[in-house]
């Protein structure tokens, strides 16, 4: 420590809990209503202490025992919906982005230059920007209410590709000088050396990339017709499509738990790679 | 784009076939449609694109000309620099004090880190359900302390609402970088300036924050691009915009236009506008990275 | 002024029964305008010391006075000191001149008098054309003038090094080491450097402090710690090739080495001082290879320096170095030789306390 | 079997019910089966089947409310008449024997039936009983002028209420019925029916006199805004507001959680305005048939529809969700059963929109309807916020409008 | 079998008129087993020469083979070579063993095999209870030791080395040093050895090529290149302390050093090879501090190294350095003192192309 101040530890903690406090209310608020009738909780103000219908709530949003206005699609089916989109966004997008970067960094053709800024032109627009077009092709290729629909349009941006050359770029030459030595082709390279190595990376952008699958809203909106294919985020917005109070609100708010159970513990669970990986390749 | 290997493979042929999952998806779904969409901002069309009609430039020129345009404009200009503004400020400000804290910073980050995992619909359905002027909570705290929390009718509420819930769902998000930013920077320098007599508040302000600024850079650029697309659903799901047009940020307007307003033309013109400047924006960061990498 | 005290210091990491104890009862007296290095393994304790010193690091216990005033409560920027930094730990962002004037305009110090300082030091260190440059455009050995500038124009009553020369080459290293010892001469300021490197130690020191886990070992001129080394540890850390230790049994003037297969009863040129476990030492240049000698060695490797040859081989199991000329006929690898110890040369240890016995 | 697509928008005990029709025609019979989905909001489910059209996937039925009709009707290529699809499929279609102010909204100037009425609605006006009599007001008398609207919340107010009167779909309620309600003009060529070259016409003294009044009872809290569209239905059912207009669907909610004694009534008027009330315009939605579909297909939807007209069917239906029967045959059915004096207001609907309509009261038929709603909400707020005056907020409104109009005229004009 | 011939080898880096040619025809004959060190100072093309024979560059012209065959156009996995380099580039996500057993995998060696030789290959490095560790789990010198483990295991024709040991610290410097020397008795590879250290390189090489700026200035023993070295720069960048080199005008048994007001004329002991402008080069170890000397120095600083002590100072303006016996009085600083140089010690250079001059 370069310097005696107690006073300034205890304003670090002072501020760092005041912060936690205010970043956590929301979340705890949802708690607190997934814990109530809705009777209770359009009673302004409603209660700031857990009640003790958690459980019944979570069960009827699970199973779908909704009555007010809006989908009666089960959450437990949307929530397998998210999660096997935002694993497929997840993996293929780290496949794909593996290999081209691998391309990229490692190899010389012609109009390489060309092809990384065609690639790196994609990084951040999403498919928001050029949705019904983008629609359209789904549509022509007969994806609608598939996963290939709910998912390969929105592995098509560069963020990953990015990051992975970001990362190549770190990796001293003389792995690969070994390698050869060694006697490893290309792809045995690729294989033995160069994916191990990228975990962190890799880690960093699973993160990424499943939160951004598990969160999408509009582009499902649009590609589902089918209450089987929804996603649990479409899921609480239909369930709140009705105003203020007529919404079991309870039960949004036990969705909207449920909804946020799995990505949460993602970024947690893999925070300790998710941040290393990220930061480094940003730098 | 100097970086190269010293050491590259040859082969004529797998470069190409490693590329190729990576450019027919974005060949078909990105640059097709993109290009789709930049024929479309030349075109009128009804609703159902049974008549198609070529007006040249004229959806730009009529996009040019709306005032409620350049309000739109305005608007998403002062909601990036408040969410930016504020996002990075009360970020930097916990990063510095977790970084600060020896023991426990882990812990804290645990506890701050997840809200990026949350939707940015979800977000905003939460700080709606907690401003709802009849059943919010927090609104009715707020009246009873003699503040009329209004966002269906008082704008600058509504883009307070939004404000917050895209500052919240950013927090963590630049909290890390920040931390991280923070604990690269050798705990020598800040020793060195302990020496040369600089006490905490001038420390931050002449070395920690100078220090930072690649990072502060990168975030701003990440926000700015976050306040620009990633907010349509927070805005959808709480304020549609309202009232009046005081929160019809740019995406929420090309998404209005285009998909309630079905006027195909004018949003497909607005992603045009809205490509170029992120586009811009991108690359003016891209130079930036690459530029930067001794600091 | 510039005169440092360290009385008894002790250092603990952590608190309680789980507290890591690093230094345990250090005690030096450094004259105002010394030049003292510590110098010891990684790991033993001198960045820590010194740490104290600079007020970075809080005592643990003990007393630490730079100038005749205990310091334990000062803040590092109100000791009167000035710090040279491993990796330099200057200011990216901020030119040459800005890192060396940046503690001088904390302290207010008038503009006019800032430039006059930081140019004087410039000149000095002949950096003034680099004044405009931010350190990422230095080399190395540039960098680490400028850290020595921002010390310099503080004019502080002591300047603390902590291993500021172990990022240069050994070509660099070599010569800054010359200029840091003419700096010293002229500025005349106390000064407390750290390295692990002996020979740096040795060329550079006044006085130099033998550190080793936390304890200090000894305290001496170098002539003093290379002639007398204080303890075999000593003995083997100053010296490069090290002094070479043999264990064993001591009687009169016999002494046998090793165990085993490996035992070898060698004849003393004078009688041990004490008889029972002793360490026997002998630095490589006070022995030679003469068909007359006293002990046997089995060579094992050789190794060309240039001016001298080091012989490598084995005696009563331990390893054993002779230095010899390098015009001399060497011997071959494989060959037993026999060693002739200059007399009057040998060190005796205590085997156990590994202390010097003896004179 | 065929089986076709319909897209809907009904939620909740809504979406139950139409999923109750479908499976009943899909039991009644063995040809056809009706698939429902719902596809959000009905601008979502409008923007879905548009995108799904455009990519050759659309539905064979589609639900659009009332504000889209004129967007479909002019997508001449995207639709076929419901009168076309019946009379194909042989089944005789009558419009005469549905009510009038519902058919005529969804019929070509030709005569001919376009979309298949399904869920009609009016704007009534909801009151609580309890909250009157707390206020010393009386209970059974509803108040039907808005000068008595004004009284009653001001009393209300003083008996401590927070919200005593909020509307939802300001400018359906406030505006549109508004002004078939006193048989005004709410935009030139009789609302539209009368082509595509059609100015609105809301910034006439009468409108610009009905805002201020609001925006001075919104001065004095005895209005209380809550939202666009039907965000604010929630806020009578919970009794939070206790004056409401919305629409007569609401009353399934309301009947089924309002915890205290409840009225509904006509929409208040003016008393001297001449000609005043006449009737209200509808609401809800239409349901049309897409274009390029097979002719078994086809077949398929005519054989729901007809189903759906049965005057049973239509009857259970009115009387089940408050929407209104869209047959005079049902209304009888109903009527006989004694299901009005039972359920004492459920008429008001039918009865504000049995009457013979004006040319000004036929309905409205805007194109871009959708987005003159949204530039109505935008002046309404800057005027209830106090931003701009009844006045100018209207005259914007109608300058914004008719360039939206314009704007459609062209896109439409081949 | 391991022998390796570079023949006329030059290296450009890019195409066309803007290559930069960093390898101007370097050719040497390295017998089989021999052990040859590369020297010079940074940038001069060691490394470009060691990764043409690896096949890690390609050949821009010129010729290298290895144990007979040319293998411009091989694949540096099928050329019989292994190699260390400077970071190790051990597989961070492998263990040790796994290093060690890569490249035999994908050669296809039968599992017990390479079991074999990675035991083997440990048993030798004594890096046996590492083997299940990771890199990251291992010191620098064991990290060292399991790259030399993964070439070894290859039994290659020739082990290529860039700078292997630059990352050790002083001490397991020059420990490792010594096992290189003897694992090279022990398995008789052709081994290619680069460093810019010259100490380094004299104490491992058999022969040693010097290089300068992509061209090779000499070849020879250790003491071939000590003793003589055949231009100033081989004088200069062999030896520490450095050789004196003084550039003057020779006459006879007379040497005008310096110029100005530092020109001294200095007596030699024997006559110059020839007159004119030379550059006159004298070890520090062959001149001694006489009263009777010939030259006069002033002493400006000492360095005490143990064993002995360096005095610099300055002669006709350029540094000049003895080195002395530390146990000798030394001169005080600032004193004038005469200098006698060993009679037969002094080198000659031509003062234009810095080649030897005489003998
Ligand atoms: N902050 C700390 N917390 C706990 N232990 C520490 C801390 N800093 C140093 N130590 C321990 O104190 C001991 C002395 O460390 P110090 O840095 O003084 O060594 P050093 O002699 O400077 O070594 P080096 O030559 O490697 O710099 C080491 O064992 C180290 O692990
Ligand atoms: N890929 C390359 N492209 C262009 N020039 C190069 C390349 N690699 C090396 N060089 C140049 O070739 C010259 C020799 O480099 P090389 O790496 O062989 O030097 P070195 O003697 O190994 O130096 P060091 O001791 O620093 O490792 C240098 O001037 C270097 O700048
Ligand atoms: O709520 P509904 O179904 O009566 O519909 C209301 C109208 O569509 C308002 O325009
Ligand atoms: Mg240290
Ligand atoms: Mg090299």
Same mark, same amino acid.
């Given at each position: 420590m370069v310097e005696r101040r107690p006073w300034l530890n205890l304003l670090s903690h002072a501020v760092l809990l005041l912060g936690v406090a205010v970043v956590a209310f929301p979340v705890y608020l949802t708690f607190v209503a997934a814990s109530h009738t809705t009777e209770a909780i359009v009673?302004?103000?409603?209660?700031l202490l857990p009640g003790g219908h958690f459980w019944d709530s979570i069960v009827k949003a699970l199973t779908g025992q909704i009555s007010g206005p809006g989908s009666k699609a089960p959450v437990a089916q949307m929530m397998q919906v998210s999660l096997i989109s935002a694993l497929i966004i997840a993996i293929a997008k780290i496949a794909i982005s593996l290999l081209s970067a691998f391309a990229i960094v490692y190899f010389r053709f012609p109009f390489k230059m060309f092809f990384f800024w065609a690639i790196f032109v994609t990084l951040m627009l999403p498919v928001e920007v050029r949705i019904s077009p983008t629609y359209k092709v789904v549509s022509d290729l007969g994806m609608l209410n598939s996963y290939a629909g709910l998912t390969i349009p929105l592995i098509a941006s560069a963020t990953a590709t990015f990051l992975f050359r970001q990362f190549f770029l770190t990796v001293p030459d003389e792995l690969v000088e070994a390698a050869r030595i060694d006697g490893a082709g290309p792809m045995r390279f690729f294989k033995d050396v160069l994916v191990p190595l990228s975990s962190t990376s890799i880690a960093a952008l699973f993160v990424i990339q499943f939160i951004y699958g598990w969160n999408q809203y509009l582009w499902p909106l649009l590609v @589902? @017709?089918? #209450?089987?294919?929804?996603p649990i985020v479409l899921g609480i917005q239909r369930m709140i499509s009705g105003g203020d109070a007529a919404n079991e609100w309870n039960l949004v708010m036990a969705t909207a738990l449920l909804a946020m159970l799995p990505p949460a513990l993602v970024v947690i669970g893999m925070q300790k790679w998710f941040v290393k990986g990220l930061v480094d390749s940003e730098k | 784009m100097a970086a190269e290997k010293r050491v590259l493979f040859q082969s004529s042929w797998l470069p190409w076939l490693l590329l190729a999952p990576q450019l027919i998806v974005i060949a078909v779904f990105f640059f097709w449609p993109a290009g789709q969409a930049l024929v479309q901002s030349l075109q009128q069309q009804d609703a159902f694109g049974t008549s198609v009609e070529w007006v040249g430039l004229e959806n730009f020129q009529r996009l040019f000309s709306d005032p409620t345009y350049f309000d739109s404009f305005k608007t998403t200009l002062v909601f990036s620099v408040l969410v930016a503004g504020l996002g990075l400020g009360i970020s930097l400000l916990l990063a510095v004090m977790a970084d600060r804290i020896v023991r426990g910073s882990t812990v804290y980050k645990t506890l701050l880190i997840w809200p990026y995992a949350v939707a940015p619909a979800v977000a905003g359905v939460l700080w709606l359900f907690m401003f709802a002027p009849s059943i919010g909570v927090v609104a009715w705290y707020l009246r009873a302390h003699g503040f009329e929390w209004n966002h269906l009718l008082n704008g600058n509420h509504a883009m307070g609402l939004i404000v917050m819930a895209a500052v919240w769902k950013q927090l963590s998000y630049n909290f890390l970088f920040f931390l991280a930013g923070l604990q690269s920077i050798p705990k020598s320098l800040i020793e060195a300036a302990a020496i040369d007599g600089a006490r905490p508040w001038r420390r931050f302000w002449t070395i920690i924050f100078p220090l930072l600024s690649p990072t502060s850079f990168f975030l701003l650029v990440v926000n700015v691009v976050y306040v620009f697309l990633d907010t349509f659903a927070i805005v959808d799901a709480s304020t549609h915009g309202g009232p009046g047009k005081e929160t019809e940020i740019l995406v929420y307007k090309l998404y209005y236009d285009g998909f309630k307003g079905m006027d195909i033309g004018s949003s497909a013109a607005q992603s045009v506008v809205l490509m170029v400047i992120v586009v811009l924006l991108t690359i003016v960061q891209f130079k930036y990275v690459e530029r930067r990498v001794n600091y | 002024m510039g005169a440092i005290r360290i009385h008894n210091v002790v250092k603990r990491y952590g608190k309680g029964p789980k507290a890591n104890q690093v230094i345990h009862g250090v005690s030096a007296d450094i004259t105002d305008g010394e030049f003292i290095v510590i110098v010891g393994p990684s790991g033993c304790g001198k960045s820590t010391l010194l740490r104290m010193v600079a007020g970075l690091e809080e005592i643990s216990e003990g007393e630490i006075s730079i100038g005749g005033r205990v310091v334990n409560d000062v803040e590092p920027a109100d000791r009167d000191i000035a710090m040279v930094f491993q990796n330099y730990a200057l200011y990216p962002h901020m030119s040459v001149y800005d890192n060396m004037a940046y503690g001088l305009k904390i302290a207010k110090v008038p503009k006019a008098e800032i430039e006059a300082r930081v140019q004087k030091a410039a000149k000095i260190l002949e950096i003034g054309p680099f004044l405009q440059r931010t350190p990422r455009q230095l080399s190395g050995g540039q960098r680490q003038r400028v850290a020595m500038g921002r010390a310099i124009?503080?004019?502080?009553a002591a300047f603390l090094f902590d291993e500021p020369l172990s990022n240069l080459d050994a070509k660099l290293r070599a010569q800054t080491r010359l200029e840091i010892q003419k700096l010293h001469r002229e500025l005349g300021v106390t000064s407390l450097f750290v390295t692990h490197d002996q020979v740096e130690a040795m060329t550079l020191a006044q006085r130099m402090i033998v550190m080793n886990a936390g304890r200090m070992e000894q305290i001496g001129t170098p002539e003093q710690v290379y002639g007398k080394p204080a303890s075999s540890f000593v003995a083997s850390f100053i010296g490069s090739p090290p002094m070479n230790l043999l264990t064993g049994q001591a009687d009169g003037t016999r002494f046998a080495a /090793?165990? /085993?297969?490996d035992a070898t009863t060698l004849l003393l040129p004078a009688a041990a001082p004490r008889a029972g476990a002793l360490v026997l030492g002998l630095r490589p240049e006070h022995v030679e290879i003469a068909d007359d000698g006293l002990w046997p060695l089995q060579v094992e490797t050789l190794e060309m320096l240039g001016a001298e040859r080091l012989v490598h081989g084995r005696l009563g199991g331990a390893l054993f170095t002779v230095r010899m000329d390098a015009t001399l006929a060497p011997p071959q690898v494989g060959q037993a030789v026999r060693l002739r110890p200059a007399p009057g040369r040998l060190h005796w240890f205590d085997a156990g306390t590994g202390l010097r016995v003896g004179d | 079997q065929t089986e076709i697509q319909w897209w809907h928008s009904m939620g909740g005990a809504l979406g139950e019910w139409v999923n109750d029709q479908a499976n009943d025609f899909n039991a009644s019979q063995k040809n056809y089966k009706v698939v429902p989905t719902f596809k959000g909001s009905y601008d979502q489910s409008m923007t879905a089947a548009i995108a799904a059209f455009r990519a050759g996937n659309a539905p064979h039925i589609l639900q659009v409310f009332e504000v889209g009709t004129a967007t479909m009707m002019a997508s001449k290529n995207a639709i076929v008449p419901v009168a076309k699809v019946m009379a194909d499929a042989g089944y005789k279609f009558d419009p005469k024997v549905y009510v009038g102010a519902v058919a005529g909204y969804y019929t070509a100037p030709n005569g001919q039936m376009l979309s298949f009425p399904f869920n009609s609605s009016t704007p009534v006006f909801y009151y609580n009983k309890d909250a009157f009599k707390a206020a /010393?007001?009386?209970? #059974?008398?509803?108040? /039907?002028t808005w000068p008595e609207v004004a009284l009653a919340a001001a009393k209300l107010k003083a008996s401590g209420h927070k919200c005593p009167f909020t509307t939802s779909w300001q400018s359906w309620t406030q505006l549109e019925s508004f002004s078939a309600w006193h048989n005004v003009l709410f935009a030139t060529k009789n609302n539209g029916f009368g082509g595509l070259d059609t100015r609105l016409a809301i910034n006439t003294p009468l409108h610009v006199r009905h805002i201020e009044n609001l925006a001075n009872m919104s001065k004095q809290g005895l209005f209380v805004y809550k939202g666009r569209a039907n965000v604010p239905d929630a806020t009578f059912p919970s009794g939070e507001c206790a004056m409401y207009t919305g629409s007569s669907a609401l009353y399934s909610s309301v009947s089924k959680n309002a915890k205290f004694a409840y009225g509904m009534s006509t929409l208040p008027y003016y008393p001297d305005v001449p000609g005043a009330p006449q009737n209200t315009v509808i609401g809800g939605a239409s349901l049309w048939v897409m274009a390029g579909k097979k002719p078994e297909e086809y077949k398929a939807a005519a054989a729901f529809f007809n189903f759906l007209s049965s005057a049973e069917v239509q009857a259970k239906s009115h009387q089940r969700t408050g929407y209104l029967p869209i047959t005079t045959a049902a209304f009888e059915l109903t009527d006989k059963s004694g299901f009005y004096k039972k359920n004492p207001g459920t008429d008001v609907a039918v009865n504000q929109m049995i009457r013979k309509t004006t040319d000004k009261s036929r309905g409205i038929r805007l194109g871009n309807m959708v987005q003159i709603r949204t530039v109505i909400d935008e002046e309404m707020e800057q005027v209830w916020s106090g931003k701009k005056g009844a006045k100018e907020a209207l005259d914007s409104a109608v300058t914004r409008g008719n360039e939206l109009l314009e704007r459609f005229e062209k896109a439409n004009k081949g």
């Amino acid at each position: 420590m370069v310097e005696r101040r107690p006073w300034l530890n205890l304003l670090s903690h002072a501020v760092l809990l005041l912060g936690v406090a205010v970043v956590a209310f929301p979340v705890y608020l949802t708690f607190v209503a997934a814990s109530h009738t809705t009777e209770a909780i359009v009673q302004a103000p409603m209660p700031l202490l857990p009640g003790g219908h958690f459980w019944d709530s979570i069960v009827k949003a699970l199973t779908g025992q909704i009555s007010g206005p809006g989908s009666k699609a089960p959450v437990a089916q949307m929530m397998q919906v998210s999660l096997i989109s935002a694993l497929i966004i997840a993996i293929a997008k780290i496949a794909i982005s593996l290999l081209s970067a691998f391309a990229i960094v490692y190899f010389r053709f012609p109009f390489k230059m060309f092809f990384f800024w065609a690639i790196f032109v994609t990084l951040m627009l999403p498919v928001e920007v050029r949705i019904s077009p983008t629609y359209k092709v789904v549509s022509d290729l007969g994806m609608l209410n598939s996963y290939a629909g709910l998912t390969i349009p929105l592995i098509a941006s560069a963020t990953a590709t990015f990051l992975f050359r970001q990362f190549f770029l770190t990796v001293p030459d003389e792995l690969v000088e070994a390698a050869r030595i060694d006697g490893a082709g290309p792809m045995r390279f690729f294989k033995d050396v160069l994916v191990p190595l990228s975990s962190t990376s890799i880690a960093a952008l699973f993160v990424i990339q499943f939160i951004y699958g598990w969160n999408q809203y509009l582009w499902p909106l649009l590609v @589902t @017709t089918d #209450e089987k294919m929804y996603p649990i985020v479409l899921g609480i917005q239909r369930m709140i499509s009705g105003g203020d109070a007529a919404n079991e609100w309870n039960l949004v708010m036990a969705t909207a738990l449920l909804a946020m159970l799995p990505p949460a513990l993602v970024v947690i669970g893999m925070q300790k790679w998710f941040v290393k990986g990220l930061v480094d390749s940003e730098k | 784009m100097a970086a190269e290997k010293r050491v590259l493979f040859q082969s004529s042929w797998l470069p190409w076939l490693l590329l190729a999952p990576q450019l027919i998806v974005i060949a078909v779904f990105f640059f097709w449609p993109a290009g789709q969409a930049l024929v479309q901002s030349l075109q009128q069309q009804d609703a159902f694109g049974t008549s198609v009609e070529w007006v040249g430039l004229e959806n730009f020129q009529r996009l040019f000309s709306d005032p409620t345009y350049f309000d739109s404009f305005k608007t998403t200009l002062v909601f990036s620099v408040l969410v930016a503004g504020l996002g990075l400020g009360i970020s930097l400000l916990l990063a510095v004090m977790a970084d600060r804290i020896v023991r426990g910073s882990t812990v804290y980050k645990t506890l701050l880190i997840w809200p990026y995992a949350v939707a940015p619909a979800v977000a905003g359905v939460l700080w709606l359900f907690m401003f709802a002027p009849s059943i919010g909570v927090v609104a009715w705290y707020l009246r009873a302390h003699g503040f009329e929390w209004n966002h269906l009718l008082n704008g600058n509420h509504a883009m307070g609402l939004i404000v917050m819930a895209a500052v919240w769902k950013q927090l963590s998000y630049n909290f890390l970088f920040f931390l991280a930013g923070l604990q690269s920077i050798p705990k020598s320098l800040i020793e060195a300036a302990a020496i040369d007599g600089a006490r905490p508040w001038r420390r931050f302000w002449t070395i920690i924050f100078p220090l930072l600024s690649p990072t502060s850079f990168f975030l701003l650029v990440v926000n700015v691009v976050y306040v620009f697309l990633d907010t349509f659903a927070i805005v959808d799901a709480s304020t549609h915009g309202g009232p009046g047009k005081e929160t019809e940020i740019l995406v929420y307007k090309l998404y209005y236009d285009g998909f309630k307003g079905m006027d195909i033309g004018s949003s497909a013109a607005q992603s045009v506008v809205l490509m170029v400047i992120v586009v811009l924006l991108t690359i003016v960061q891209f130079k930036y990275v690459e530029r930067r990498v001794n600091y | 002024m510039g005169a440092i005290r360290i009385h008894n210091v002790v250092k603990r990491y952590g608190k309680g029964p789980k507290a890591n104890q690093v230094i345990h009862g250090v005690s030096a007296d450094i004259t105002d305008g010394e030049f003292i290095v510590i110098v010891g393994p990684s790991g033993c304790g001198k960045s820590t010391l010194l740490r104290m010193v600079a007020g970075l690091e809080e005592i643990s216990e003990g007393e630490i006075s730079i100038g005749g005033r205990v310091v334990n409560d000062v803040e590092p920027a109100d000791r009167d000191i000035a710090m040279v930094f491993q990796n330099y730990a200057l200011y990216p962002h901020m030119s040459v001149y800005d890192n060396m004037a940046y503690g001088l305009k904390i302290a207010k110090v008038p503009k006019a008098e800032i430039e006059a300082r930081v140019q004087k030091a410039a000149k000095i260190l002949e950096i003034g054309p680099f004044l405009q440059r931010t350190p990422r455009q230095l080399s190395g050995g540039q960098r680490q003038r400028v850290a020595m500038g921002r010390a310099i124009v503080r004019q502080p009553a002591a300047f603390l090094f902590d291993e500021p020369l172990s990022n240069l080459d050994a070509k660099l290293r070599a010569q800054t080491r010359l200029e840091i010892q003419k700096l010293h001469r002229e500025l005349g300021v106390t000064s407390l450097f750290v390295t692990h490197d002996q020979v740096e130690a040795m060329t550079l020191a006044q006085r130099m402090i033998v550190m080793n886990a936390g304890r200090m070992e000894q305290i001496g001129t170098p002539e003093q710690v290379y002639g007398k080394p204080a303890s075999s540890f000593v003995a083997s850390f100053i010296g490069s090739p090290p002094m070479n230790l043999l264990t064993g049994q001591a009687d009169g003037t016999r002494f046998a080495a /090793g165990s /085993g297969a490996d035992a070898t009863t060698l004849l003393l040129p004078a009688a041990a001082p004490r008889a029972g476990a002793l360490v026997l030492g002998l630095r490589p240049e006070h022995v030679e290879i003469a068909d007359d000698g006293l002990w046997p060695l089995q060579v094992e490797t050789l190794e060309m320096l240039g001016a001298e040859r080091l012989v490598h081989g084995r005696l009563g199991g331990a390893l054993f170095t002779v230095r010899m000329d390098a015009t001399l006929a060497p011997p071959q690898v494989g060959q037993a030789v026999r060693l002739r110890p200059a007399p009057g040369r040998l060190h005796w240890f205590d085997a156990g306390t590994g202390l010097r016995v003896g004179d | 079997q065929t089986e076709i697509q319909w897209w809907h928008s009904m939620g909740g005990a809504l979406g139950e019910w139409v999923n109750d029709q479908a499976n009943d025609f899909n039991a009644s019979q063995k040809n056809y089966k009706v698939v429902p989905t719902f596809k959000g909001s009905y601008d979502q489910s409008m923007t879905a089947a548009i995108a799904a059209f455009r990519a050759g996937n659309a539905p064979h039925i589609l639900q659009v409310f009332e504000v889209g009709t004129a967007t479909m009707m002019a997508s001449k290529n995207a639709i076929v008449p419901v009168a076309k699809v019946m009379a194909d499929a042989g089944y005789k279609f009558d419009p005469k024997v549905y009510v009038g102010a519902v058919a005529g909204y969804y019929t070509a100037p030709n005569g001919q039936m376009l979309s298949f009425p399904f869920n009609s609605s009016t704007p009534v006006f909801y009151y609580n009983k309890d909250a009157f009599k707390a206020a /010393g007001l009386d209970p #059974e008398k509803a108040p /039907g002028t808005w000068p008595e609207v004004a009284l009653a919340a001001a009393k209300l107010k003083a008996s401590g209420h927070k919200c005593p009167f909020t509307t939802s779909w300001q400018s359906w309620t406030q505006l549109e019925s508004f002004s078939a309600w006193h048989n005004v003009l709410f935009a030139t060529k009789n609302n539209g029916f009368g082509g595509l070259d059609t100015r609105l016409a809301i910034n006439t003294p009468l409108h610009v006199r009905h805002i201020e009044n609001l925006a001075n009872m919104s001065k004095q809290g005895l209005f209380v805004y809550k939202g666009r569209a039907n965000v604010p239905d929630a806020t009578f059912p919970s009794g939070e507001c206790a004056m409401y207009t919305g629409s007569s669907a609401l009353y399934s909610s309301v009947s089924k959680n309002a915890k205290f004694a409840y009225g509904m009534s006509t929409l208040p008027y003016y008393p001297d305005v001449p000609g005043a009330p006449q009737n209200t315009v509808i609401g809800g939605a239409s349901l049309w048939v897409m274009a390029g579909k097979k002719p078994e297909e086809y077949k398929a939807a005519a054989a729901f529809f007809n189903f759906l007209s049965s005057a049973e069917v239509q009857a259970k239906s009115h009387q089940r969700t408050g929407y209104l029967p869209i047959t005079t045959a049902a209304f009888e059915l109903t009527d006989k059963s004694g299901f009005y004096k039972k359920n004492p207001g459920t008429d008001v609907a039918v009865n504000q929109m049995i009457r013979k309509t004006t040319d000004k009261s036929r309905g409205i038929r805007l194109g871009n309807m959708v987005q003159i709603r949204t530039v109505i909400d935008e002046e309404m707020e800057q005027v209830w916020s106090g931003k701009k005056g009844a006045k100018e907020a209207l005259d914007s409104a109608v300058t914004r409008g008719n360039e939206l109009l314009e704007r459609f005229e062209k896109a439409n004009k081949g």
